[in-house]
């Protein structure tokens, strides 16, 4: 196995001077540094981690909590938080809870054992319970995509969700619909669905429950199979013209429902989603969408996170409340007539 030693001799610098240009916190001249990554890089050197843990008392490694990576939108955040922590020489260890309670404590016990240098945990459906149990790791510990009731014991970077439900309904209040649908992910998504509900009733509407169709993941089968069943149970004769989905996802599934009863997208029913996922702007028609600035959330949790290792204490309790906004494509337009 090629050790550091054997960089420095190939390079003609010491040991030192290859651990600090590896490990990137010291200054060293630009022509070293050049020199020592050639070295490395013919002799194919890869750094002992295990022993590096051992010398320094940490692990480079951050531990990331997430409820799943098959919704796009967690998985553009775990992918900005890893690009930024390969950035500073980290790594990154990702679990997720896929929902389940149990399993979020078994995986907050496992990466605290593991002696991980910090912890980011996303998403709060699952965790909320857990919190108590963050604060007696003593590491670092920072919060994001945390929807409902943030706790004010540790640092939380999050979207104002109820903001971008209430955006949503803004928009469809704006261009003059009167009734509206919601079809979300419950209970995860009621501040969206709250949101939404609150812009009607600005102007005196009222949304009842029973215009409420509650799913119980964000997908666009569940949408679809949610949107037949809304569609299905309108038969009045001021029909609703617009559904709030409360993820672009399940609003994909809303779209193909409509198509499928013989309806138009926008003419007929305006579909409004929230995230921004990528196949948002490439659907038929494009998606009206709230977008939520999950790369700016993902890095500014991440830098907490780091300034507290740097730092060598936990960074202190915080809330910070990121702004989504509208992205109005074709999925929206006035009611007909």
């Not at 040991?15 to 890089?41: F, H, L």
């Not at 949101?195 to 509407?205: P, Q, V, W, Y």
């Not at 672009?248 to 579909?271: F, K, Q, T, W, Y």
């Not at 977008?291 to 204490?313: D, F, H, V």
Request: aromatic content about 4%; charged content about 20%; hydrophobic content about 45%.
């Amino acid at each position: 196995m090629v050790t550091m030693l054997d960089v420095a001799r190939r390079a003609g610098v010491t040991k030192q001077t290859v651990s600090n240009v590896v490990r990137g916190r010291a200054i060293v001249s630009a022509e070293t540094k050049a020199k020592v990554e050639a070295a490395i890089a013919e002799l194919g050197y890869t750094p002992n981690l295990v022993a590096r843990s051992l010398a320094t008392g940490t692990t480079m490694t951050i531990g990331f909590i997430v409820p799943t990576i098959a919704n796009p939108f967690y998985s553009e955040v775990v992918e900005v938080v890893e690009t930024l922590l390969e950035e500073h020489g980290y790594h990154l260890l990702l679990a997720t809870t896929r929902g389940d309670g149990e399993r979020a404590r078994r995986h907050l016990a496992t990466l605290s054992n593991r002696s991980v240098d910090a912890l980011l945990v996303a998403g709060d459906f699952d965790l909320s319970e857990h919190v108590p149990l963050l604060g007696e790791y003593g590491l670092p510990v920072a919060l994001c995509a945390w929807e409902i009731d943030p706790p004010d014991t540790l640092p939380v970077v999050t979207i104002d969700y109820e903001k971008a439900g209430y955006l949503a309904g803004r928009h469809l209040r704006e261009l003059g619909h009167q009734r509206l649908v919601s079809i979300a992910e419950l209970p995860a998504h009621r501040v969206r669905v709250g949101g939404a509900h609150r812009a009607f009733a600005e102007d005196g509407i009222v949304v009842t429950d029973d215009s409420v169709f509650a799913i119980p993941d964000s997908t666009p089968e569940s949408g679809y199979e949610a949107a037949l069943l809304a569609l299905s149970a309108d038969r009045t004769a001021d029909r609703t013209t617009a559904v709030f989905a409360s993820t672009d996802a399940i609003a994909l599934g809303v779209m193909e429902a409509v198509r499928h009863n013989g309806l138009r997208v926008p003419e007929d029913v305006s579909v409004v989603g929230i995230d921004d996922i990528p196949q948002a702007a490439h659907a038929h028609p494009p998606l009206t969408t709230v977008a939520l600035p999950k790369r700016r959330m993902a890095q500014e949790a991440t830098g907490l996170l780091l300034r507290g290792i740097a730092e060598n204490q936990p960074p202190s309790p915080s809330l910070t409340l990121l702004s989504p906004e509208v992205l109005v494509r074709a999925s929206s337009a006035p009611p007909a007539g």
